[in-house]
């Protein structure tokens, strides 16, 4: 597991949102599941409560959604690992002091590349500018799922044979 998801990059496989069709064609370009820490998993889980509060999405979606995330996990398309929080927490603050000031990158953002950087990933997947900054910082390849295109397919030239 190469590549960190920010939890905003994991709920529009969840519920119908703008990046829900570029995510999954992205994933589909990714033979590898999705790395899960507690963190994730709360405030993955939040997010879809606070949509049903918002009026965003019914309840009825909300449980469908907890239950499909309870079945990734099971058939491991979500991954769940764990996370040394001290050592998050220490290098999230590391990184803010790099960061924040000219990127506006906020607490939880931070420990999100913190986590990812502990887990070794070199790629973070987000929809958020500041995370993208803080993930650069660190060193990390990143993919801005708002702007992300899948690559041109490649048609055989003249001469090649087509089986």
């Not at 998801?5 to 949102?17: K, S």
């Not at 000219?102 to 913190?114: K, N, Q, S």
Request: charged share 20%; hydrophobic share 45%.
């Amino acid at each position: 597991m190469n590549a960190y998801y920010d939890t905003g990059a994991i709920v529009p496989l969840y519920v119908a949102e703008v990046f829900s069709a570029p995510l999954n064609a992205y994933l589909e370009t990714r033979a590898e599941p999705i790395p899960l820490s507690g963190f994730h998993r709360l405030e993955l889980e939040n997010a879809l409560r606070l949509k049903v509060f918002r009026g965003e999405i019914v309840a009825a979606a909300q449980m469908t959604a907890l239950a499909q995330i309870e079945g990734h996990i099971g058939n491991g398309r979500l991954v769940v690992r764990p996370a040394n929080w001290i050592a998050a927490l220490e290098k999230a603050r590391q990184i803010g002091e790099r960061v924040t000031a000219r990127t506006g990158c906020r607490t939880l953002d931070l420990i999100h590349v913190a986590i990812a950087v502990q887990w070794g990933c070199s790629l973070f997947v987000t929809a958020d500018d500041r995370q993208l900054a803080a993930a650069r910082s660190e060193g990390l390849r990143v993919v801005d799922i708002r702007r992300w295109k899948p690559p041109p397919t490649r048609t055989p030239g003249p001469g090649v044979v087509r089986e």
